[in-house]
């Protein structure tokens, strides 16, 4: 069984940076992607960025683009979102989840979730 834990997660004002990161631990699987979702209180999850594991391409979301960057660390089964210029709007609680079959990245039908780290973006 594979488990993702995410970290960094945390307070910051309109214009910071933070980076999150999720480790992939267990028996982890032959990754096809890895993908960052969030959920903002009332609203449905989101798709926000994912990276192709073998080749590393990598996808966004339109809100995000430009702003957050997508980066995996193959040696440590980890994978990184960097966000620079943070909103008020990008607070949410972010998961990161790893898929094993080539599906669309933008699909939440991915294998493995991890249990959410928090992000609040102060105006």
């Known amino acids: 069984q594979v488990q993702l834990v995410e970290s960094g997660g945390g307070l910051v004002q309109t214009g910071d940076s933070l980076r999150l990161s999720c480790a992939a631990s267990g028996r982890t699987f032959s990754t096809y992607y890895m993908g960052w979702f969030r959920q903002a209180p009332g609203k449905e999850r989101e798709f926000v960025a994912a990276i192709r594991w073998s080749g590393g391409s990598t996808y966004y979301a339109e809100s995000v683009k430009g702003r957050f960057t997508i980066s995996r660390d193959n040696a440590k089964n980890t994978v990184y979102l960097q966000m620079n210029s943070l909103k008020p709007e990008d607070t949410a609680v972010y998961y990161c989840?790893?898929?094993?079959?080539?599906?669309?990245?933008?699909?939440?039908?991915?294998?493995?979730w991890g249990q959410g780290t928090q992000v609040t973006v102060s105006s």
């Open positions: 989840a790893g898929k094993s079959f080539p599906s669309n990245y933008y699909y939440q039908n991915y294998n493995t």
